[in-house]
């Protein structure tokens, strides 16, 4: 089992949609968990941390469920520019281990 | 302020060469990580640095090693080098350990 699972994709969605990403992690220890956006050839960027109380980015939610091990990302209203790979991140082993999702294409189309 | 600095940024190197990669964290940033990434997959942790010290090791080969240097840059090398090695090497950094990280634009090294 990966420690760190993600839904394969690719998401096809129309501009204006909602869309919901989700991942699982196996190591019941992990610390900090976050989502990152790469662009095609480009370097990942943190989107936001995730907490078990959620949080909320403009258009975008996040949330951790320890109990399940799950973590989700929504993002509402779609944007063309929101075409690009989401990474779920997970912290391990105190911290001192980074674990990344393999990533989830996302499309939007006009 | 500038980002996170990696060099070179494109590398073509030979099966069985060793090789060495950069990198400048943000200044201020103490904490350092190493990821290979290769095509259609997620970064995948190599190491993590802290106050020039190694605080976490993925699962690569002993081939791999890393160090920090007083000012919080750091290198990564790469001794006997296979195929496999080819793609996409990219350096985090940040403040603190369990935190989030700001990546560089990474090193494509292919190896032929």
């Known amino acids: 089992r990966k420690e760190v699972e993600q839904d394969p994709g690719p998401f096809n969605v129309p501009e204006g949609a909602t869309v919901a990403f989700n991942c699982t992690y196996s190591n019941s220890a992990s610390q900090s968990f976050f989502w990152y956006r790469q662009d095609c050839r480009k370097e990942p960027k943190l989107l936001m941390s995730?907490?078990?109380s959620g949080n909320e980015d403009g258009r975008f939610t996040a949330q951790l469920n320890r109990a399940s091990q799950y973590i989700s990302l929504l993002i509402r209203d779609s944007k063309l520019s929101d075409s690009a790979t989401y990474l779920c991140v997970v912290t391990a082993e105190g911290g001192f281990k980074t674990i990344f999702g393999a990533g989830t294409r996302l499309f939007v189309k006009a | 302020d500038a980002g996170v600095t990696q060099s070179p940024t494109h590398l073509i190197k030979t099966r069985g060469q060793q090789v060495t990669l950069r990198c400048s964290p943000i200044?201020?940033?103490?904490?350092v990580s190493w990821y290979q990434q290769v095509l259609g997959q997620g970064p995948q942790f190599i190491f993590q640095?802290?106050?020039?010290?190694?605080?976490g090791r993925g699962n690569f080969p002993d081939r791999f090693s890393a160090r920090q240097f007083p000012n919080y840059s750091s290198e990564l090398n790469v001794n006997a080098l296979l195929l496999g090695d080819s793609a996409l090497y990219l350096c985090?950094?940040?403040?603190?350990?369990?935190?989030?990280?700001?990546f560089g634009s990474g090193t494509r090294l292919t190896v032929v």
């Open positions: 985090a950094s940040s403040l603190v350990d369990n935190y989030g990280y700001t």
């Open positions: 640095y802290y106050e020039k010290e190694e605080r």
């Open positions: 200044s201020g940033h103490k904490s």
């Open positions: 995730v907490y078990s």
